[in-house]
């Protein structure tokens, strides 16, 4: 059996929420300033965890905000636990914030 994972932006509630099956499974809230995507807080809901759909989410709302030509602002430690470790993202941090991302060593 199948199962229907998407990533879409809810502007109404300024957060970018996975669905699995119908269900919002998790969110990643955002707000839009001075042309960037500042990412305060994600969340998955606890029965949809160790699916690997944080890790979804975040590189859903990372790609939307490439799309659309926007930096960004990772406030939230697991959207930038998820850039240190996919370096692709790295480029889309704002300069200001790029100490958040940089892994020690």
């Known amino acids: 059996m199948s199962t229907d994972v998407r990533v879409v932006d809810n502007p109404a509630a300024s957060r970018y929420e996975i669905i699995v ?3 919002v499974a998790g969110f990643a809230q955002y707000r839009l300033r001075d042309g960037a995507m500042v990412l305060p807080h994600t969340e998955v809901r606890g029965e949809f965890e160790g699916r690997g759909l944080g890790g979804a989410l975040v590189g859903g709302a990372l790609d939307a905000a490439r799309a ?3 930096r960004v602002v990772p406030l939230c430690s697991f959207v930038a636990w998820y850039i240190q470790r996919h370096p692709e993202y790295r ?3 704002d300069d200001d914030y ?3 991302v ?3 060593g």
């Open 102 to 104: 940089d892994t020690p």
């Open 98 to 100: 790029r100490d958040l």
């Open 21 to 23: 099956d119908g269900v």
């Open 91 to 93: 480029d889309l941090v």
């Open 68 to 70: 659309a030509g926007l």
